[in-house]
């Protein structure tokens, strides 16, 4: 079982910045992507952004020229770096990870448990 530790959310004004991270962790796994969603209250869960380990990358409009997502291999963590927040980001914010188990090849798909990050004065 691969699991995904988040941590970092928490309450930050407009105009300010936050920043997630998420550690994968293990026995012996690769993982190929990895990246943040987030479900607003009351709406459908929704991608933020991915980072492939190729250093791809791919963002929701919204959050363009805002947000940045880096990603560490050697920690099997990712960050997500949040500027000029809005209220509209508030939401619950998850960490995503798809790769496969070392010694058997089996693909995997995990989820964090998600941290709440809140925009308000």
């Known amino acids: 079982q691969v699991r995904l530790v988040e941590s970092g959310g928490g309450l930050v004004q407009p105009g300010g910045s936050l920043r997630l991270s998420c550690a994968a962790s293990?026995?012996?796994?690769?993982?190929?992507?990895m990246g943040w969603y987030r479900q607003p209250p009351g709406k459908q869960r929704e991608l933020v952004a991915t980072?492939?380990?190729?250093?791809?990358?791919n963002y929701a409009d919204s959050v363009k020229g805002r947000f940045t997502i880096a990603r560490d291999n050697a920690k099997n963590t990712v960050y997500l770096q949040m500027n000029s927040l809005t209220p509209e980001d508030t939401a619950i914010y998850y960490c995503?990870?798809?790769?496969?188990?070392?010694?058997?090849?089996?693909?995997?798909?995990?989820w964090g448990q998600g941290t709440q990050v809140t925009v308000s004065s």
């Open positions: 980072t492939t380990s190729g250093g791809s990358t």
């Open positions: 995503n990870a798809d790769g496969y188990y070392g010694l058997s090849g089996i693909r995997f798909g995990s």
């Open positions: 293990g026995s012996i796994f690769s993982i190929s992507a």
